[in-house]
């Protein structure tokens, strides 16, 4: 059974830092395709980042030099988050896809799911 567990998430200020965690349960990486999502209450949810098994990482415009998507061992996917803004703030999800390549970002098409994790960011 695969499971998703998001930590980390907190209040920081603006041009502050966070590091979210994501702890998988039921596989390792080897072919799946990892990502994160973010929700604003009355909003999609729309993709943040992303990375293959073979560790190529991609990002969403509104992230890309302030966030990066890693592996921290075979059981963890991690998310720096630097420069923050209060556009940032939302509830940030794991989410995972079988196969080795991402080739998505596409909310319907991540089959596993984590709880999420709130992110708030003051300005």
């Known amino acids: 059974q695969v499971e998703l567990a998001e930590s980390g998430g907190g209040s920081v200020p603006a041009g502050g830092s966070l590091r979210l965690s994501c702890s998988v349960y039921?596989?390792?990486?080897?072919?799946?395709?990892m990502a994160w999502f973010r929700q604003v209450m009355g909003k999609e949810r729309e993709w943040a980042a992303s990375?293959?098994?073979?560790?190529?990482s991609t990002y969403a415009d509104s992230v890309l030099g302030r966030f990066t998507i890693s592996k921290a061992d075979k059981n963890t996917l991690l998310l720096e988050m630097n420069n923050l803004k209060s556009e940032d703030t939302a509830l940030y999800y794991c989410?995972?896809?079988?196969?080795?390549?991402?080739?998505?970002?596409?909310?319907?098409?991540?089959?596993?799911w984590g709880q999420g994790t709130q992110v708030t960011v003051s300005s």
């Open positions: 990375i293959d098994s073979d560790g190529t």
């Open positions: 039921g596989y390792t990486y080897e072919r799946y395709c």
């Open positions: 989410a995972a896809r079988s196969g080795q390549y991402c080739y998505t970002t596409r909310r319907r098409d991540f089959g596993y």
